[in-house]
Nanobody, 127 residues
Framework: EVQLVESGGGLVQAGGSLRLSCAAS????????IGWFRQAPGKEREGVSC????????YYADSVKDRFTIPRDNAKNTVYLQMNSLKPEDTAVYYC????????????????????WGHGTQVTVSS
């Protein structure tokens, strides 16, 4: 059974940090690009960051560039989202997703490209 399980969300003050984890099982993790998306109340789901399957190519939304990073640990079947200098506008449910991209440096940005999704973890940033 394919599973993506997010963890690490919570309540943090503005300027603080959180590290989200996306633990994968049930598929060949190394063959998949992994993305992080978020959805705030009343808003559409948006892409935050993603990392390719092969060479570590990454994408960051302008709103998180220079604050967030997306390390990947294939030995642990896990991708992280390190979030620093958090702002109240980062408040959202954060989802990870997997897109089959064997031996590729392609970084999928569109949520419609993704095959599997986790259930999300809530991040709340207080001002």
């Amino acid at each position: 059974e394919v599973q993506l399980v997010e963890s690490g969300g919570g309540l943090v003050q503005a300027g603080g940090s959180l590290r989200l984890s996306c633990a994968a099982s049930g598929f060949t993790f190394d063959d998949y690009a992994i993305g992080w998306f978020r959805q705030a109340p009343g808003k559409e789901r948006e892409g935050v960051s993603c990392i390719s399957s092969s060479d570590g190519s990454t994408y960051y939304a302008d709103s998180v560039k220079d604050r967030f990073t997306i390390p990947r640990d294939n030995a642990k079947n896990t991708v992280y989202l390190q979030m620093n200098s958090l702002k109240p506008e980062d408040t959202a449910v954060y989802y990870c997703a997997a897109d089959l991209q064997i031996l590729s440096d392609y970084v999928p940005r569109d949520l419609d490209e993704y095959d599997y999704w986790g259930h999300g973890t809530q991040v709340t940033v207080s001002s």
